[in-house]
T-cell receptor
Framework: DAGVIQSPRHEVTEMGQEVTLRCKPI?????LFWYRQTMMRGLELLIY????????DSGMPEDRFSAKMPNASFSTLKIQPSEPRDSAVYFC??????????????FGPGTRLTVL | GQQVMQIPQYQHVQEGEDFTTYCNSS?????IQWYKQRPGGHPVFLIQ?????EVKKQKRLTFQFGEAKKNSSLHITATQTTDVGTYFC???????????FGQGTRLTINP
């Protein structure tokens, strides 16, 4: 298995531009998570999906951020308009979750976003 | 809300010395997971502890889950340069199938 795939690996953009990050989870996994990591705030959960349905988006910073999961093999995180404070590494992770189990999460390599 | 705290935030050791990081939760956990992130890399799952007082070993790494299931520790014996990285603990959030990660302990090693 190729693991969780994220693209792009690096993104440099200017303030005000739209940024779209992409994620392909591990085949067969039913849960997908988007995290943001910075030195100041550590690893933060932004949103997670279960069976393609957004379950908890309480970590999404503001309306500029949106995430979709149109099918079991693809998810996007969009920032519009982007701001310098959005600069961070964004990780996508997937797992196979049961109703009462909490299984390991498999992280993708991340997208390093720089907003100038 | 639920919080997972880790100490220390940073630890620098000489190669061969031992290392311990501690994890404390504000609430009782059903289980706890540990992850390692190498510099420039992504978090990688190490282990999950479920039972009260559980102790698990992976070569030089020893993981413990507290009797009250509110704390955990990771101990590395005789550190090697390959142990460099940030170690995170994570516990499930009450009523939600998501993990709450600690801030991590960044381990650096002087060869």
């Amino acid at each position: 298995d190729a693991g969780v795939i994220q693209s792009p690996r690096h993104e440099v953009t200017e303030m005000g531009q739209e940024v779209t990050l992409r994620c392909k989870p591990i085949s067969g996994h039913n849960s997908l998570f988007w995290y943001r990591q910075t030195m100041m705030r550590g690893l933060e959960l932004l949103i997670y999906f279960n069976n393609n349905v957004p379950i908890d988006d309480s970590g999404m910073p503001e309306d500029r951020f949106s995430a979709k999961m149109p099918n079991a093999s693809f998810s996007t995180l969009k920032i519009q308009p982007s701001e310098p404070r959005d600069s961070a590494v964004y990780f996508c992770a997937s797992s196979l979750e049961g109703r009462v189990t909490y299984n390991e999460q498999f992280f993708g390599p991340g997208t390093r976003l720089t907003v100038l | 809300g639920q919080q997972v705290m880790q100490i220390p935030q940073y630890q620098h050791v000489q190669e061969g010395e031992d290392f311990t990081t501690y994890c404390n939760s504000s609430t009782t956990l059903s289980n706890i997971q540990w992850y390692k992130q190498r510099p420039g890399g992504h978090p990688v799952f190490l282990i999950q502890l479920v039972k009260s007082g559980e102790v698990k070993k992976q070569k030089r790494l020893t993981f413990q889950f507290g009797e009250a299931k509110k704390n955990s520790s990771l101990h590395i014996t005789a550190t090697q340069t390959t142990d460099v990285g940030t170690y995170f603990c994570a516990g499930p959030s009450r009523g939600a199938q998501k993990l709450v990660f600690g801030q991590g302990t960044r381990l650096t090693i002087n060869p």
